[in-house]
Nanobody, 126 residues
């Protein structure tokens, strides 16, 4: 069993930045990855960024490429999502997830992740 605890959400003006953190506890396999997703009201959950724990290999959705960055601190069992140049359309509940994606192309699919955090709200508004 893996437990995930997110933090770092909040309200920010357009163009601002936020850093989300996700701390994991429990056993994860060598093929494990962690990822960030978001879900706005009335919309499907969207995969944003993923990182394979062992290799550090990352992947991003086109919607956030160049603005968001995922990183990890293995000593702290923590994954971060640095979000820059935030836009009103980035407003959503943000979730951290852990799992073992079967394929590289599916690493941003919610179905590949068995463990989820409780979510943290990000609001971008002037």
């Amino acid at each position: 069993q893996v437990q995930l605890v997110e933090s770092g959400g909040g309200s920010v003006q357009p163009g601002g930045s936020l850093r989300l953190s996700c701390t994991a506890s429990g056993y994860m396999s060598s093929s494990a990855a962690m990822a960030w997703f978001r879900q706005a009201p009335g919309k499907e959950r969207e995969g944003l960024a993923s990182i394979f724990i062992a290799s550090g290999y990352t992947g991003y959705a086109d919607s956030v490429k160049g603005r968001f960055s995922i990183s990890q601190d293995n000593a702290k069992n923590t994954v971060y999502l640095q979000m820059n140049n935030l836009r009103p359309e980035d407003t959503a509940m943000y979730y951290c997830a852990a799992g073992s994606p079967r394929y590289l192309w599916s690493r941003l699919s919610p179905r590949e992740y068995a463990y989820w955090g409780q979510g943290t709200q990000v609001t971008v508004s002037s």
